[in-house]
């Protein structure tokens, strides 16, 4: 059994690709590609986790787990209980602590582990690099700021006197800025639409994370062309293990 550690659009393509090449197959015997192109492993099937943290997630295809495990104890018996063959970490770039756990499980039980992450941003005139939200909330260049690093990261703001433009997927409980402005709303973003919403709202600051992708690359774009600053959140250290960008790469080290 494959367990992909998901919650992103990478996640589930690899559980799609994973499970129509097991289907293509017998799913059984050694480990490899077979002459039709299909993922030959030990047993089938995959089974993708989520954290949970969104009411109404894009479900992969195969079976899927909601819920944590109960840390790094928990994970490694979850691990050994089911049989889990290789563990794939295609979560968010900025959920460390799960990558963490993960990778400390794994070594536990011996089971192969790799992180699958979209490669970052390429660093722009205009950017400025910060090292966590808590720094970014301390270095703003603006009164009216376009918030887009997640519920979870509002109350590092909240001491803040800017006013907000905070997007999610999911209503924000407090503490969160005493001026604030919640627009609920999931992407994909288009250029033209992210323009016409910072000239609305009269922005004149954008604060993200390096999630990396596509779907965060509009309003990107967008600050870019109206020349608006941009404070961007690095991402967090990864633990020493082997890391792909593809979901192609993530197919080949399945199939060696």
């Not at 097991?22 to 986790?49: E, Q, W």
């Not at 050994?80 to 536990?108: G, K, L, M, W, Y």
């Not at 005493?178 to 709303?185: C, K, T």
């Not at 959140?233 to 792909?244: C, I, K, S, W």
Request: with cysteine.
């Amino acid at each position: 059994m494959i367990l992909i550690l998901g919650g992103t659009g990478e996640a589930r393509e690899l559980a799609s690709r994973v499970t129509g090449m097991l289907s293509a197959g017998d799913g059984k015997g050694a480990s490899g590609v077979g002459p039709a192109g299909a993922l030959r492993l030990p047993r089938g099937p995959v089974v993708s986790s989520l954290a949970g943290r969104v009411s109404n997630p894009a479900l992969p295809v195969g079976d899927v787990r909601i819920g944590g495990f109960g840390g790094v104890d928990g994970l490694a018996e979850w691990l050994r209980d089911n049989d889990i063959h290789a563990v794939i970490d295609a979560t968010h770039p900025f959920a460390r602590q799960i990558t963490s756990n993960a990778f400390e499980a794994c070594q536990r039980v011996g089971v192969p582990f790799l992180i699958l992450r979209r490669p970052g941003f390429t660093p722009q005139p205009g950017w400025f690099w910060v090292d966590s939200v808590a720094e970014a909330a301390r270095n703003l260049p603006g009164e009216r700021v376009f918030l887009t690093t997640g519920r979870q990261d509002l109350a590092e703001f909240a001491d803040c006197p800017q006013w907000f433009l905070a997007r999610m997927v999911e209503p924000p409980e407090p503490p969160m800025p005493h001026r604030i402005e919640v627009l609920l709303s999931r992407g994909p973003f288009t250029v033209d639409g992210e323009l016409e919403l910072m000239r609305s709202h009269r922005i004149d600051v954008l604060v993200t994370k390096d999630s990396g992708g596509s779907m965060t690359s509009a309003k990107l774009e967008a600050a870019r062309q109206l020349g608006i600053p941009v404070v961007i959140v690095r991402r967090p250290p990864l633990p020493p293990a082997q890391v792909v960008h593809t979901v192609e790469g993530a197919l080949g080290w399945l199939g060696r």
